[in-house]
C-alpha cells in the first residue's frame, strides 16, 4: 500500500482593499470573481464558493496539503492585484490592504457558509466590511487591533 497525503481544511479568507476604499464596480467584480476560480484551479487549490464585494472578497477554500494558509492568501492576493492592474480593470492603479482573516470552519457548517457569501449583497446593506471583520474576529476570539491599512 503506498502512503499519500490527504486533508480537508475549510477555510474563510477576508482581505480588504487599500484603505477599505470601495474601488471595485460590479463588471470588476464580475472579473475579479473568475478569476479568483481560475487562479485557484490552477494552483490546484479547491475554491467552493467566492464573492467581491467593492472593498472586500470572500473565500470559502479547501487548503491543500502543499500550502500553508500564509502563502495560500499571498498567492491569491498578490497575483489577483497583479492580474487587476495588467489587466487594466480600473481607472487607477490597485493594491490589496495588508493583512487578511482566515477562518476554519467544519464540515458540517459549510452549506451554512456558503449561504452568507452568497448573499454578501444583502448582508451590507445593513453592516461594513469593517462591522463585519470585527464581529468575525470577536466571534473566533481573537483580539482586534486597530491598524492602518
Given at each position: 500500500?503506498?502512503?499519500?497525503?490527504?486533508?480537508?481544511?475549510?477555510?474563510?479568507?477576508?482581505?480588504?482593499?487599500?484603505?477599505?476604499?470601495?474601488?471595485?464596480?460590479?463588471?470588476?467584480?464580475?472579473?475579479?470573481?473568475?478569476?479568483?476560480y481560475?487562479?485557484?484551479?490552477?494552483?490546484?487549490?479547491?475554491?467552493?464558493?467566492?464573492?467581491?464585494?467593492?472593498?472586500?472578497?470572500?473565500?470559502?477554500?479547501?487548503l491543500?496539503?502543499?500550502?500553508?494558509?500564509?502563502?495560500?492568501?499571498?498567492?491569491?492576493?498578490?497575483?489577483?492585484?497583479?492580474?487587476?492592474?495588467?489587466?487594466?480593470?480600473?481607472?487607477?492603479?490597485?493594491?490589496?490592504?495588508?493583512?487578511?482573516?482566515?477562518?476554519?470552519?467544519?464540515?458540517?457548517?459549510?452549506?451554512?457558509?456558503?449561504?452568507?457569501?452568497?448573499?454578501?449583497?444583502?448582508?451590507?446593506?445593513?453592516?461594513?466590511?469593517?462591522?463585519?471583520?470585527?464581529?468575525?474576529?470577536?466571534?473566533?476570539?481573537?483580539?482586534?487591533?486597530?491598524?492602518?491599512?
Amino acid at each position: 500500500m503506498s502512503l499519500h497525503s490527504y486533508s480537508k481544511c475549510w477555510l474563510h479568507i477576508i482581505f480588504g482593499t487599500l484603505n477599505r476604499e470601495r474601488i471595485l464596480h460590479k463588471e470588476a467584480r464580475v472579473e475579479l470573481s473568475n478569476y479568483f476560480y481560475e487562479y485557484a484551479k490552477e494552483k490546484n487549490i479547491y475554491m467552493k464558493i467566492n464573492y467581491v464585494n467593492s472593498d472586500h472578497p470572500h473565500l470559502l477554500i479547501d487548503l491543500p496539503t502543499n500550502l500553508s494558509i500564509e502563502e495560500a492568501v499571498q498567492l491569491i492576493k498578490g497575483s489577483s492585484s497583479n492580474w487587476i492592474n495588467k489587466s487594466n480593470l480600473l481607472n487607477t492603479k490597485f493594491s490589496w490592504g495588508r493583512g487578511y482573516g482566515v477562518f476554519s470552519v467544519s464540515e458540517s457548517s459549510i452549506g451554512k457558509v456558503c449561504e452568507y457569501i452568497a448573499n454578501q449583497e444583502k448582508h451590507h446593506k445593513v453592516k461594513s466590511f469593517t462591522e463585519e471583520y470585527k464581529e468575525f474576529i470577536t466571534k473566533y476570539g481573537i483580539k482586534y487591533i486597530e491598524i492602518n491599512c
